[in-house]
């Protein structure tokens, strides 16, 4: 497993009965989780004194319990400063066991030893965008939704990148990947981070089993002659490691000679030292 263990603004306090507290930087929130299967007695004084939970509704949905947070707040990892508010279905605006992915295309594209192209599918908030411009890169962010990319944008800007070589894109991420096809442009690597599911402006469908894979097959068409990588990510329980590393084989092998790995992504807990699951990535890498 990749442990994102290298926070200090972040933390897994605990986890118990289908919930998870954490610690965001001066803040304690607990929200659910759905890999949180087990019941432990919870001992810590954040369960009861959370500034904020996110409660399930057996209806679909939920909503927040606010008792004492700000309506938005900073987080610091290393050099990388992210802006969070809680909003829709639990989320704050980062996903932080993605530290792990960071740090190892951080390292692949500070060794290249040469201008690195990055493209970054469902780029949501833009956590790897800026990782990457960080390490030097030159980036293309796109997602579907406006406001994510406005987010995005401040993340950069309060991470020292407002002047970074960073393409801000409003678009559905499929159709890009055609039209750069066709215009014959190409990136150094490629980063994807797709829904589960989601609907296009004109009720086209995404569902990711039905539809990745085509995704990836067009997008590993993009690489450059000297690719880097192509990264993967998934939070759905049925793209197991193992299926990620076959579609990522069956994909860019044909294309470029290089290894793939695959594993799930996890988070440290601060309670009992065990490390809480959060989804999987595959990796392929240039030989």
């Given at each position: 497993?990749?442990?994102?263990?290298?926070?200090?603004?972040?933390?897994?306090?605990?986890?118990?009965?289908?919930?998870?507290?954490?610690?965001?930087?001066?803040?304690?929130?607990?929200?659910?989780?759905?890999?949180?299967?087990?019941?432990?007695?919870?001992?810590?004084?954040?369960?009861?004194?959370?500034?904020?939970?996110?409660?399930?509704?057996?209806?679909?949905?939920?909503?927040?319990?606010?008792?004492?947070?700000?309506?938005?707040?900073?987080?610091?990892?290393?050099?990388?400063?992210?802006?969070?508010?809680?909003?829709?279905?639990?989320?704050?605006?980062?996903?932080?066991?993605?530290?792990?992915?960071?740090d190892w295309f951080y390292e692949l594209i500070k060794n290249a030893d040469r201008p690195i192209k990055v493209l970054n599918l469902f780029a949501y908030t833009g956590g790897a965008t800026v990782s990457a411009a960080k390490a030097g890169a030159a980036v293309t962010h796109v997602d579907a939704a406006k406001g994510m990319v406005q987010w995005a944008k401040e993340n950069a800007a309060s991470s020292g990148l407002a002047d970074a070589p960073i393409r801000w894109l409003v678009d559905d991420c499929g159709k890009f990947v055609d039209r750069e096809l066709r215009r014959g442009n190409s990136y150094d690597a490629i980063i994807m981070d797709p829904p589960s599911y989601g609907r296009g402006p004109k009720g086209e469908i995404w569902k990711i089993e039905d539809c990745v894979y085509d995704l990836i097959l067009r997008s590993a068409k993009l690489l450059s002659d000297k690719p880097l990588f192509f990264l993967i990510n998934s939070y759905t329980t049925g793209l197991q490691p193992a299926v990620l590393s076959y579609m990522l084989h069956t994909a860019i092998d044909p294309l470029h000679d290089g290894y793939v790995e695959a594993d799930e992504v996890g988070l440290p807990v601060k309670s009992n030292g065990l490390v809480l699951p959060c989804g999987a990535s595959g990796r392929w890498v240039a030989k």
């Amino acid at each position: 497993m990749w442990i994102a263990d290298n926070w200090k603004d972040y933390e897994v306090i605990d986890t118990s009965s289908g919930e998870k507290l954490e610690r965001w930087a001066d803040y304690m929130l607990v929200r659910p989780d759905p890999q949180v299967i087990w019941n432990t007695e919870k001992k810590h004084m954040g369960w009861k004194k959370f500034n904020a939970r996110y409660n399930r509704s057996n209806k679909g949905g939920g909503e927040w319990d606010f008792r004492n947070l700000p309506e938005e707040w900073t987080i610091n990892y290393k050099e990388l400063t992210f802006h969070l508010k809680p909003f829709s279905f639990k989320h704050t605006g980062l996903f932080p066991e993605q530290a792990a992915n960071w740090d190892w295309f951080y390292e692949l594209i500070k060794n290249a030893d040469r201008p690195i192209k990055v493209l970054n599918l469902f780029a949501y908030t833009g956590g790897a965008t800026v990782s990457a411009a960080k390490a030097g890169a030159a980036v293309t962010h796109v997602d579907a939704a406006k406001g994510m990319v406005q987010w995005a944008k401040e993340n950069a800007a309060s991470s020292g990148l407002a002047d970074a070589p960073i393409r801000w894109l409003v678009d559905d991420c499929g159709k890009f990947v055609d039209r750069e096809l066709r215009r014959g442009n190409s990136y150094d690597a490629i980063i994807m981070d797709p829904p589960s599911y989601g609907r296009g402006p004109k009720g086209e469908i995404w569902k990711i089993e039905d539809c990745v894979y085509d995704l990836i097959l067009r997008s590993a068409k993009l690489l450059s002659d000297k690719p880097l990588f192509f990264l993967i990510n998934s939070y759905t329980t049925g793209l197991q490691p193992a299926v990620l590393s076959y579609m990522l084989h069956t994909a860019i092998d044909p294309l470029h000679d290089g290894y793939v790995e695959a594993d799930e992504v996890g988070l440290p807990v601060k309670s009992n030292g065990l490390v809480l699951p959060c989804g999987a990535s595959g990796r392929w890498v240039a030989k």
